[in-house]
């Protein structure tokens, strides 16, 4: 299997409840390797950019307004299928459905307040990458 990239959001529910460490440590543990990281807060442009497919959606003005409602980390994680492998320790989107030991059966607060956001592709990933990093913020 080759060694891949995906994206991920902690999200401003756990920076929140200071669970950063936590969710990377569990994420770290799933085999996958953080390669680029930093705190931002999102700005509303940035955040309807970036969910910019979900603009027709009702919840698109819902899920903005959390998106900038404080801090997020963003990265880019490194492994062997490493998409797969984020969305299988990330957990079901609502955790009321998630498994056991995952980062949102842990720790998500609501199907909103889900704690992480990761890339459903491959080609998604390399999108979603650059639009938050520049290759040289990527050091691997």
């Known amino acids: 299997m080759a060694v891949t990239r995906t994206f991920s959001i902690i999200k401003p529910d756990a920076t929140r409840r200071n669970l950063t460490g936590g969710v990377t440590k ?8 953080v390669v680029a990281s930093k705190r931002i807060h999102m700005t509303r442009e940035q955040a309807e950019g970036f969910y910019a497919v979900h603009k ?12 900038i409602s404080g801090p997020v ?17 990330m957990g079901a989107t609502n955790p009321a ?27 998604n990933a390399k999108i979603e990458i650059d639009y938050f990093f520049k290759p040289e913020e990527i050091v691997g």
């Not at 492994?79 to 492998?85: I, L, Q």
């Open 97 to 123: 459905d998630a498994a056991e030991g995952t980062i949102r059966k842990t720790y998500a607060e609501s199907i909103e307040a889900n704690t992480v956001h990761g890339s459903d592709s491959e080609e």
């Open 73 to 89: 980390v963003v990265q880019v994680l490194e492994g062997e299928d490493a998409v797969k492998r984020n969305r299988d320790v």
């Open 56 to 67: 027709e959606r009702p919840f698109f003005g819902e899920l903005c307004d959390f998106m």
């Open 26 to 33: 569990m994420l770290e543990e799933a085999g996958l390797r």
